[in-house]
């Protein structure tokens, strides 16, 4: 046929480009998807009224509920909680630094919310009589528990950080009561801290009074026997310089001590000079040089000496004079020497002397220290005894004179810095706060279901769900019309330009007429034509040897826009040039008729019950290049018409004469038709509805064709909503980029001749 020289010139083109293979994983797949934060920003566009009214209503149910809300006023006062010390401080406490410990502070904090205070301050106040406070129908016993839990419920302690401050706040409707409420808590607390100091130091005094008592008497037993033990064993006393008492006996034995310590000493310095002495060092001995004797005779010696070297020097030592000098020296000698033995035999008795008193001293100073063990140690257990004694009872004293000074002393450890004055304006509610918490929550709960909707949404809406979930690529994206101008319905639905009452009344009747849809009607919208120029592009390049010559063309559902999707490829394909043969498979509910206005007889039925040739059934469709089969009258069993052999007769010869035969089947799921039809033809384009079709039935359909052993080429997105996606295919769908259907046909005439050249 003529058409088959129009479609090899296209060739080379689809060696260019080859579709998305399917492939075992969609690791692939996954690693081309857009980055998630574009991936939500689109969610966010497609579901914005859902966030929109999620926000609104949330808002609003805000802006009510604060206005709805009576005014509530805050009034507080400041308190310091000072030290918890005595009221006399001692020189030690002045000079401390002041701290208060965490857990006293704590426990403050614990005070000013305790029942028993709250009860107080309700009681001063006559709360329980406030409509406020007062809850009505209820019994007594009911009435002061809830009383009380809203009192404390509006009762806030808030502790100034770094600080021994803290605010004490109360909420009310009336500013006065408020201010009351916080100053009369503030006294109530005050007044109730002195009282527990009152009572602790009333029982501290009667405690001590009584201890006091006991102690004075166990004082005076102590004594008594230290007194009875003193007369029976003779024990005499002597006043210290100091102006204490001590013992007779025990002061002998303290200068015994001190004698024999120096009998010690001494007899260490004699027994170190002995020792020179008998060493035969008498030269050495202390006091040998102040002895005057020996100091005129040492020096009548060394003038000797002296003289009897000058004679030597002279005369022979047989000279008189030298003999009689010499004479004079050896007599002094002899004199020296007597006098340094009688020195060191002084010493040895200086030392037997000094040994014999140590001993004596010694032995006189064990005798008094037994004397006085035996007498003095029961004397010294019954004098500590009663010093303990006499301690205890001063302190005692002692600290029961400081008990009564307190109880006198009207003083607090807690101070008002602050009081309370009645608030002007109100703290609740905050009406900036409030739109502020609920702008955040209807944002933040409006983008939780937008995000929600779009996780239960199973459908297919993009070109990236076909290529993720059925792992075949998308084949073209065939925009809605209220996505184009706002009004009608998709490319299968009513059509845009009819009155209402019209496409009321065609709705009624059936399927709406899908002529409304073909692609040159006149009028018909740019984006919509376009998409299926850019549909007869992807199934021209589909495959890599050569174009698919039979397509099947179908869907997983009723209602998808098949039907559209076939007439309209068929009429791209013939504005390349003639060749296009289109067959209604659709046995069960035929619309292609419609769309060229032909009458729905003869057709592909009587064709495969009849004797004639297919030849005979082919009718102009009134576009050039392009005829068309029509389905013809219903027969009662279309699978077994479809799988006849004249059918795959008609699907070979016409083949041979087009260049390219569509045919428009069934659902793929609703009846065995399309599977059938699905064995006879080269590719098969699935087509599901954008948004509306769940992709687990379009996994069964793709799944149902691959059972058959054919092979999906690719999907087409039908009635897709432009909009949802953010505005990325529409902006791949611009108006201003096309002029006229014939300069998109040149252009992509053009596309394929630089294919084929290149």
Same mark, same amino acid.
């Given at each position: 046929?003529?058409?088959?020289?129009?479609?090899?010139?296209?060739?080379?083109?689809?060696?260019?480009?080859?579709?998305?293979?399917?492939?075992?994983?969609?690791?692939?797949?996954?690693?081309?998807?857009?980055?998630?934060?574009?991936?939500?920003?689109?969610?966010?566009?497609?579901?914005?009224?859902?966030?929109?009214?999620?926000?609104?209503?949330?808002?609003?149910?805000?802006?009510?509920?604060?206005? !709805?809300?009576?005014?509530?006023?805050?009034?507080?006062?400041?308190?310091?909680?000072?030290?918890?010390?005595?009221?006399?401080?001692?020189?030690?406490?002045?000079?401390?630094?002041?701290?208060?410990?965490?857990?006293?502070?704590?426990?403050?904090?614990?005070?000013?919310?305790?029942?028993?205070?709250?009860?107080?301050?309700?009681?001063?106040?006559?709360?329980?009589?406030?409509?406020?406070?007062?809850?009505?129908?209820?019994?007594?016993?009911?009435?002061?528990?809830?009383?009380?839990?809203?009192?404390?419920?509006?009762?806030?302690?808030?502790?100034?950080?770094?600080?021994?401050?803290?605010?004490?706040?109360?909420?009310?409707?009336?500013?006065?009561?408020?201010?009351?409420?916080?100053?009369?808590?503030?006294?109530?607390?005050?007044?109730?801290?002195?009282?527990?100091?009152?009572?602790?130091?009333?029982?501290?005094?009667?405690?001590?009074?009584?201890?006091?008592?006991?102690?004075?008497?166990?004082?005076?037993?102590?004594?008594?026997?230290?007194?009875?033990?003193?007369?029976?064993?003779?024990?005499?006393?002597?006043?210290?310089?100091?102006?204490?008492?001590?013992?007779?006996?025990?002061?002998?034995?303290?200068?015994?001590?001190?004698?024999?310590?120096?009998?010690?000493?001494?007899?260490?310095?004699?027994?170190?000079?002995?020792?020179?002495?008998?060493?035969?060092?008498?030269?050495?001995?202390?006091? =040998?040089?102040?002895?005057?004797?020996?100091?005129?005779?040492?020096?009548?010696?060394?003038?000797?000496?002296?003289?009897?070297?000058?004679?030597?020097?002279?005369?022979?030592?047989?000279?008189?004079?030298?003999?009689?000098?010499?004479?004079?020296?050896?007599?002094?000698?002899?004199?020296?020497?007597?006098?340094?033995?009688?020195?060191?035999?002084?010493?040895?008795?200086?030392?037997?002397?000094?040994?014999?008193?140590?001993?004596?001293?010694?032995?006189?100073?064990?005798?008094?220290?037994?004397?006085?063990?035996?007498?003095?140690?029961?004397?010294?257990?019954?004098?500590?005894?009663?010093?303990?004694?006499?301690?205890?009872?001063?302190?005692?004293?002692?600290? =029961?004179?400081?008990?009564?000074?307190?109880?006198?002393? !009207?003083?607090?450890?807690?101070?008002?810095?602050?009081?309370?004055?009645?608030?002007?304006?109100?703290?609740?509610?905050?009406?900036?706060?409030?739109?502020?918490?609920?702008?955040?929550?209807?944002?933040?709960?409006?983008?939780?279901?937008?995000?929600?909707?779009?996780?239960?949404?199973?459908?297919? !809406?993009?070109?990236?769900?076909?290529?993720?979930?059925?792992?075949?690529?998308?084949?073209?994206?065939?925009?809605?019309?209220?996505?184009?101008?706002?009004?009608?319905?998709?490319?299968?639905?009513?059509?845009?330009?009819?009155?209402?009452?019209?496409?009321?009344?065609?709705?009624?009747?059936?399927?709406?007429?899908?002529?409304?849809?073909?692609?040159?009607?006149?009028?018909?919208?740019?984006?919509?034509?376009?998409?299926?120029?850019?549909?007869?592009?992807?199934?021209?390049?589909?495959?890599?040897?050569?174009?698919?010559?039979?397509?099947?063309?179908?869907?997983?559902?009723?209602?998808?826009?098949?039907?559209?999707?076939?007439?309209?490829?068929?009429?791209?394909?013939?504005?390349?040039?003639?060749?296009?043969?289109?067959?209604?498979?659709?046995?069960?509910?035929?619309?292609?008729?419609?769309?060229?206005?032909?009458?729905?007889?003869? +057709?592909?039925?009587?064709?495969?019950?009849?004797?004639?040739?297919?030849?005979?059934?082919?009718?102009?469709?009134?576009?050039?290049?392009?005829?068309?089969?029509?389905?013809?009258?219903?027969?009662?069993?279309?699978?077994?018409?479809?799988?006849?052999?004249?059918?795959?007769?008609?699907?070979?010869?016409?083949?041979?004469?087009?260049?390219?035969?569509?045919?428009?089947?069934?659902?793929?799921?609703?009846?065995?038709?399309?599977?059938?039809?699905?064995?006879?033809?080269?590719?098969?384009?699935?087509?599901?509805?954008?948004?509306?079709?769940?992709?687990?039935?379009?996994?069964?359909?793709?799944?149902?064709?691959?059972?058959?052993?054919?092979?999906?080429?690719?999907?087409?997105?039908?009635?897709?909503?432009?909009?949802?996606?953010?505005?990325?295919?529409?902006?791949?769908?611009?108006?201003?980029?096309?002029?006229?259907?014939?300069?998109?046909?040149? +252009?992509?005439?053009?596309?394929?001749?630089?294919?084929?050249?290149?």
């Amino acid at each position: 046929m003529q058409g088959e020289g129009n479609i090899e010139r296209y060739e080379p083109a689809r060696l260019e480009r080859r579709p998305l293979a399917a492939t075992g994983s969609s690791g692939t797949i996954e690693m081309e998807r857009a980055p998630e934060l574009v991936a939500y920003w689109n969610v966010l566009r497609k579901r914005r009224w859902t966030v929109l009214a999620v926000f609104f209503v949330l808002f609003t149910l805000v802006l009510l509920g604060t206005l !709805k809300q009576r005014p509530v006023y805050r009034a507080t006062a400041l308190l310091e909680i000072q030290k918890e010390n005595a009221n006399i401080l001692t020189m030690k406490e002045m000079f401390e630094l002041d701290t208060v410990s965490d857990t006293y502070l704590e426990t403050q904090y614990k005070i000013f919310k305790s029942d028993t205070l709250a009860r107080r301050v309700i009681s001063q106040l006559h709360l329980d009589t406030i409509e406020e406070f007062n809850p009505k129908n209820r019994s007594r016993e009911s009435v002061d528990q809830a009383v009380l839990a809203r009192f404390e419920d509006r009762l806030g302690i808030e502790p100034v950080k770094r600080s021994r401050l803290v605010e004490v706040t109360f909420d009310s409707y009336d500013p006065q009561l408020a201010a009351r409420a916080v100053n009369v808590l503030a006294e109530n607390y005050i007044e109730q801290n002195l009282e527990v100091r009152w009572e602790a130091t009333q029982k501290a005094s009667e405690w001590l009074a009584q201890q006091l008592a006991g102690m004075k008497g166990k004082l005076e037993k102590s004594e008594d026997e230290l007194q009875a033990y003193v007369r029976e064993n003779g024990l005499l006393f002597l006043e210290t310089e100091k102006g204490g008492r001590e013992n007779i006996a025990d002061e002998r034995l303290r200068q015994l001590q001190e004698e024999l310590t120096h009998a010690q000493s001494v007899r260490y310095e004699k027994e170190s000079l002995a020792r020179l002495a008998e060493a035969g060092d008498a030269a050495a001995l202390p006091g =040998l040089a102040d002895n005057k004797l020996l100091q005129d005779l040492t020096e009548r010696l060394a003038d000797l000496e002296r003289e009897r070297a000058q004679l030597s020097s002279t005369f022979t030592p047989e000279y008189p004079k030298v003999r009689q000098v010499q004479s004079q020296i050896e007599q002094i000698e002899a004199v020296l020497k007597r006098e340094r033995l009688r020195a060191a035999e002084r010493v040895k008795n200086e030392y037997a002397a000094a040994v014999r008193r140590e001993a004596l001293v010694r032995q006189a100073w064990e005798q008094q220290q037994h004397a006085v063990a035996e007498r003095t140690v029961q004397y010294t257990i019954l004098r500590r005894e009663v010093g303990a004694n006499r301690e205890l009872y001063e302190g005692l004293l002692s600290r =029961l004179k400081e008990a009564g000074v307190s109880a006198g002393l !009207k003083s607090s450890n807690i101070r008002i810095v602050d009081a309370a004055q009645a608030p002007k304006k109100p703290a609740k509610p905050n009406l900036l706060v409030n739109l502020g918490l609920g702008l955040l929550l209807g944002l933040g709960f409006g983008v939780g279901a937008a995000f929600l909707l779009e996780h239960l949404d199973n459908t297919l !809406k993009s070109a990236e769900d076909v290529e993720r979930f059925l792992q075949v690529p998308a084949l073209a994206l065939i925009p809605s019309a209220q996505s184009l101008n706002g009004n009608g319905r998709g490319a299968h639905g009513l059509a845009q330009g009819k009155s209402p009452k019209k496409e009321l009344a065609l709705a009624k009747k059936g399927p709406p007429h899908p002529a409304w849809f073909r692609i040159d009607a006149p009028g018909q919208h740019g984006t919509f034509t376009e998409a299926f120029r850019g549909l007869r592009t992807s199934v021209l390049l589909s495959t890599a040897e050569r174009a698919p010559r039979t397509l099947l063309v179908t869907s997983a559902r009723p209602g998808e826009g098949k039907t559209t999707v076939s007439i309209n490829l068929s009429i791209s394909l013939a504005q390349l040039g003639p060749g296009v043969l289109l067959i209604d498979g659709d046995l069960r509910r035929p619309s292609v008729h419609r769309a060229f206005g032909l009458e729905n007889e003869g +057709g592909v039925v009587r064709y495969l019950t009849g004797g004639q040739d297919w030849r005979q059934v082919v009718r102009p469709s009134g576009l050039a290049g392009l005829d068309v089969i029509v389905s013809g009258p219903m027969p009662p069993n279309p699978a077994e018409l479809l799988s006849s052999e004249r059918m795959r007769q008609l699907i070979r010869e016409a083949t041979r004469e087009y260049r390219c035969v569509i045919i428009d089947s069934p659902p793929l799921l609703n009846v065995a038709d399309s599977r059938i039809l699905a064995t006879m033809v080269e590719g098969l384009i699935l087509v599901v509805e954008g948004g509306g079709t769940p992709r687990e039935l379009a996994q069964r359909a793709q799944a149902c064709v691959r059972n058959v052993g054919a092979a999906v080429i690719g999907v087409v997105l039908n009635n897709l909503d432009l909009r949802a996606d953010g505005g990325y295919y529409a902006q791949y769908y611009r108006d201003d980029y096309y002029t006229t259907p014939e300069a998109s046909t040149n +252009g992509d005439a053009a596309h394929a001749a630089k294919a084929h050249q290149g």
